[in-house]
């Protein structure tokens, strides 16, 4: 199995400051013959089910703010949301879906500073 | 829109059983796969199984293969989870997800609100 972890396990950012979460696999989810990585990132609310923010490590699904962004290849990726909101205290999660069983990481607890 | 009902949860004793359901509304159900994601009080997320489209291709976690049979019915639009043999370990609040494609390597953009099973004597 893959193995998801993720750093730190929470953060508290001053609102409009810069948010950096880190994930990492325990191989490698890209796929040689697309190019792809198979890597996903979710925000889940308090009371609420998980929402889908980027897909493909990078790509943002449709409606999500454009300052939340997914970077990193192979082994090693990061979500940065670039000017923190308060509607975004939230847990993040990264998802592997290159291999069954497709792992979450632990998540990261992120709270406003 | 995209509207995912699940339904089902409930209390069991271990060694029970319980059949979830997930009512599937807005797009086109027979074209995409589905997936069971699960969360225990308190802690993360833990993908527990997906179907292919077409139905034909089924996935398991471990922790949950050879007690948990997911299936679908297109004509009903809804996805199935039958679990058997549960134990306290599957205490967890069971979310109905949609992939983004027919094929479950796939992230899952649509999820529905949860039912709650709790496995308890």
Redesign the interface.
């Known amino acids: 199995d893959i193995v998801m972890t993720q750093s730190p396990d929470s953060l508290a950012v001053s609102l409009g400051e810069r948010a950096t979460i880190n994930c990492k696999s325990s191989q490698s989810v890209l796929y040689s013959s697309n190019n792809k990585n198979y890597l996903g990132w979710y925000q889940q609310k308090p009371g609420q089910p998980p929402k889908l923010l980027i897909y493909w490590a990078s790509t943002r699904e449709s409606g999500v703010p454009d300052r939340f962004s997914g970077s990193g290849s192979g082994t090693e990726f990061t979500l940065t949301i670039s000017s923190l909101q308060a509607e975004d205290v939230a847990v993040y999660y990264c998802q592997q879906y290159y291999s069954v069983p497709f792992t979450f990481g632990p998540g990261t607890k992120v709270d406003i500073k | 829109e995209v509207q995912l009902l699940e339904s089902g949860g409930g209390l069991v004793q271990p060694g029970g059983s319980l059949r979830l359901s997930c009512a599937a509304s807005g797009f086109t159900f027979s074209t995409y796969a589905m ?1 069971w ?1 699960r969360q225990a009080p308190g802690k ?4 527990v199984s ?1 179907i292919s489209g077409s139905g034909d291709g089924t ?4 922790s949950v293969k050879g007690r948990f049979t997911i299936s679908r019915d297109s004509s009903r639009n809804t996805l199935f989870l039958e679990m058997n043999s549960l134990r306290a370990d599957d205490t967890a609040e069971y ?1 109905c997800a949609k992939n ?1 494609a027919g094929y ?11 039912t709650l099973v709790t496995v308890s004597s």
């Open positions: 997936s994601v993360g997320l833990e993908w997906a996935y398991y976690a471990n979310y983004g479950v390597y796939f992230s899952l953009d649509s999820w529905g609100q949860g």
